[in-house]
């Protein structure tokens, strides 16, 4: 298993668009708190983004509206502009037995520690750690057709998170955006472990 330095937009279009198929959770009130907390801390790899309604105005910058962590098949997605950040999440987000891997993660983190305080542990962030095992096009939705081969859509980027009720398009797009870090993760790790076994053996 060999991963490519770089790919086109071109190469992209050819590959299998993709949305995520598991089971998505919309946590909007404090009573789906607790199958949430149950699930995630029984997790040792979780995928981890936030959305945040766009502004277009320059130097504005809206808080996260929602933090999505996603399991090998299911995406908790929190809509944290209604409810804050709920306490167990703060405390999984602190957690050194669970690992979070998301994409350009200080600016994520450093948006939600300005909603509620917290120490971020074992946080893996995806570009520097592609970076070096040869990836160079370290985007997400880059990524996505490097390491899964997979065409993600990155069209609800843009939309109102703050919505009062959000639309199928953006729930399966908040919770593709989370899962495809986890899948990412796993797939570069097992090339890396494998990477480690050859040193070893020319050794």
Same mark, same amino acid.
């Given at each position: 298993?060999?991963?490519?330095?770089?790919?086109?937009?071109e190469?992209?279009e050819?590959?299998?668009?993709?949305?995520f198929?598991?089971?998505?959770?919309?946590?909007?009130?404090?009573?789906?708190?607790?199958?949430?907390?149950k699930?995630?801390?029984?997790?040792?790899?979780?995928?981890?983004?936030?959305?945040?309604?766009?502004a277009?105005?320059?130097?504005?910058?809206?808080?996260p509206?929602?933090?999505?962590?996603?399991?090998?098949?299911?995406?908790?997605?929190?809509?944290i502009?209604?409810?804050?950040?709920?306490?167990?999440?703060?405390?999984?987000?602190?957690?050194?037995?669970?690992?979070?891997?998301?994409?350009?993660?200080?600016?994520?983190?450093?948006?939600?520690?300005?909603? #509620?305080?917290?120490?971020? @542990?074992?946080? /893996?962030? %995806?570009?520097?750690?592609?970076?070096k =095992? +040869?990836?160079? *096009?370290?985007?997400?939705?880059?990524?996505?057709?490097?390491?899964?081969?997979?065409?993600?859509?990155?069209?609800?980027?843009?939309?109102?998170?703050?919505?009062?009720?959000?639309?199928?398009?953006?729930?399966?797009?908040?919770?593709?955006? #989370?899962?495809?870090?986890? @899948?990412?993760? /796993?797939k %570069?790790k097992?090339y890396?472990?494998? =990477? +480690?076994?050859? *040193?070893?053996?020319?050794?």
């Amino acid at each position: 298993m060999i991963f490519k330095p770089s790919i086109t937009k071109e190469e992209l279009e050819l590959l299998p668009a993709f949305g995520f198929q598991g089971k998505i959770f919309l946590i909007e009130s404090p009573e789906q708190y607790k199958m949430a907390e149950k699930v995630l801390f029984k997790s040792r790899v979780l995928g981890f983004d936030t959305e945040s309604k766009a502004a277009f105005k320059k130097g504005v910058k809206n808080q996260p509206a929602l933090i999505q962590l996603a399991t090998e098949d299911s995406a908790f997605l929190f809509r944290i502009h209604k409810l804050g950040i709920p306490d167990f999440v703060l405390k999984l987000l602190s957690s050194t037995r669970i690992t979070k891997v998301g994409v350009a993660l200080s600016q994520d983190v450093k948006e939600l520690q300005q909603i #509620a305080p917290f120490k971020p @542990a074992n946080f /893996i962030d %995806l570009q520097p750690y592609s970076g070096k =095992l +040869g990836i160079i *096009d370290n985007g997400l939705k880059k990524l996505a057709g490097i390491v899964l081969e997979l065409n993600i859509s990155k069209g609800q980027r843009l939309s109102n998170w703050n919505a009062e009720v959000l639309s199928e398009n953006q729930l399966e797009y908040a919770a593709t955006d #989370a899962w495809v870090t986890r @899948a990412i993760y /796993i797939k %570069l790790k097992q090339y890396e472990n494998e =990477l +480690g076994r050859t *040193d070893t053996k020319a050794g």
